[in-house]
């Protein structure tokens, strides 16, 4: 039976993990790198190895009802889109209000994970540690795997013929820190994601000038992301359609644009020692530095590859989370995932599972059933992100899936009959995270007060000065117009024919 269980990483994804493992009498020890938990959201002033790094000027791009713990909403002053500081200041407060902090070893690097002799009947695990110079082993029942995957670098430079011979600085984005290194420098940011759009916009203030080279799946989609600016004319629209790329949150950069600071270009073609080529054969010249924003790439060097990796050097896991290979279901990854929702409730939900299924209360299916599903979902993200090899998933989708493993979905048509009330805001509103606590093993007292007052803490930060009573969104009516609309329209070519 599963009792001790290692932990790797103390960031959100370590903490959901610890925290789960308690609710279930299990016993987590987690081992941190850092001397703080935090992961991701923990700023340093430079970047350290094996950490993940982030920017001064980092701020969420999912509000806080949406980023919070399922049963811990921040608190109502706070900014509806946080700064780091102010997340790593919540994150920080979950820790010490759910009594964590006691279960971590910080300044502890995992050097190794192995498994045991017996293995194949305890499924336990060797996992050596290091510390102030001293080495320590010991034996757990399970691991939980929460490092992340915004550690290690992902620095293409084979892509770009001539790289090699530019004279200027070149560096990945991990390790920029703050725009004032660069007053009145030529500025390329290679990549149009959040970071690379962060980035440039930022630079632009005070920057001689910033180029970056160039994702529903519906016209509804489209139509929205359109509906401010058409990206088209900003050269913003994805050359392979929506369903390519996650959704880029920024406000300012079409202002940026319009005044000419940011460039907006296709490809690099080529390097030279000043220059970059692109592929229209227009030229970015007198470049003084060259920012890779091409995201990361995922490594867990303390484990062996071939139990992640277990088939052609793909990242191999159900539902994103179990290798399928194991005799016993021991190790299990959380946070692995990437989604248009926040990290949070989905490493909760992850880790929520993942301790049902080392209690044995939840079981795998077979491995082959398991490699079938892994193999549909490589098919599904071909199609609709254009690798297959992406951690990219659909959030809704994703959080319903793991949520029905445990009894943690909502039944909605039960909730309209029982409580129409909270069905209404659960149906209609947005998919909270505290609506996954409402049943289930870990279920909270406080969801359903969460779910009814979630307007209210999003309003509560932007009425700092009474003008009126603050009006909340009408739900029924944003799902009701465009389907009210669909069939008057219907209606109309039935009568015209």
Not at 323 to 338: D, F, S, W
Request: hydrophobic share 40%; charged share 20%.
């Amino acid at each position: 039976m599963v009792k001790r269980v290692a932990i790797i990483g103390a960031g959100v994804s370590g903490l959901a993990a610890i925290r789960c493992c308690l609710e279930e009498q299990l016993e987590p020890t987690c081992f941190e790198k850092g001397k703080d938990v935090g992961g991701l959201w923990k700023f340093s002033d430079h970047p350290e190895e094996g950490r993940a790094s982030i920017y001064r000027s980092v701020f969420t791009n999912s509000s806080k009802e949406m980023t919070c713990f399922p049963d811990f909403p921040c608190p109502d002053d706070y900014p509806n889109f946080m700064h780091n500081s102010k997340l790593q200041e919540y994150i920080t407060m979950f820790a010490k209000e759910k009594n964590l902090l006691r279960y971590i070893q910080f300044k502890t690097i995992v050097s190794s994970v192995n498994k045991r002799p017996d293995f194949s009947t305890t499924g336990q695990w060797d996992v050596t540690t290091e510390k102030d110079g001293k080495t320590e082993s010991a034996i757990f029942d399970a691991v939980l795997i929460c490092s992340g995957h915004h550690v290690y670098p992902n620095l293409p430079k084979e892509s770009f013929p001539g790289i090699n011979l530019f004279k200027g600085k070149c560096f990945h984005s991990r390790d920029y820190k703050e725009p004032g290194i660069f007053k009145g420098k030529r500025v390329l940011v290679i990549g149009l994601g959040n970071s690379g759009c962060d980035i440039a916009t930022e630079l632009s203030h005070i920057a001689g000038k910033n180029a970056l080279p160039t994702a529903i799946s519906d016209w509804w989609y489209t139509k929205q992301m359109n509906a401010r600016f058409k990206h088209e004319n900003y050269g913003l629209m994805p050359l392979h359609g929506t369903l390519r790329k996650e959704p880029v949150f920024n406000d300012e950069l079409p202002a940026r644009i319009l005044c000419g600071t940011v460039s907006v270009k296709p490809n690099v073609k080529e390097f030279t020692e000043t220059s970059a080529i692109f592929e229209d054969g227009t030229m970015f010249e007198a470049i003084d530095c060259v920012i890779f924003a091409t995201g990361y790439t995922y490594a867990y060097p303390f484990l062996d590859d071939s139990i992640i990796k277990s088939r052609d050097n793909e990242v191999t896991l159900f539902k994103g989370i179990f290798p399928p290979p194991l005799e016993k279901p021991t190790l299990a990854v959380i946070g692995l995932v990437q989604s248009l929702g926040a990290a949070i409730p989905i490493a909760d939900l992850q880790a929520r599972w993942a301790v049902q299924v080392l209690k044995g209360t939840c079981t795998l299916p077979s491995v082959k059933d398991m490699m079938n599903d892994i193999d549909q979902k490589m098919g599904k993200k071909l199609k609709w992100f254009g690798k297959s090899d992406t951690i990219q998933t659909d959030y809704i989708v994703y959080m319903d899936e793991l949520a029905s493993f445990i009894g943690a979905k909502p039944n909605i048509l039960w909730l309209f009959l029982t409580d129409p009330k909270l069905a209404l805001e659960v149906y209609f509103g947005p998919c909270s995270p505290y609506q996954f606590r409402l049943v289930g093993p870990g279920k909270w007292p406080g969801a359903r007060h969460a779910i009814l007052t979630q307007w209210d803490r999003s309003l509560k930060p932007t009425t700092t000065r009474a003008v009126g009573n603050p009006v909340k969104p009408c739900l029924f009516y944003s799902w009701f117009r465009p389907v009210a609309i669909s069939v008057v329209s219907v209606a109309i070519f039935l009568l015209l024919i």
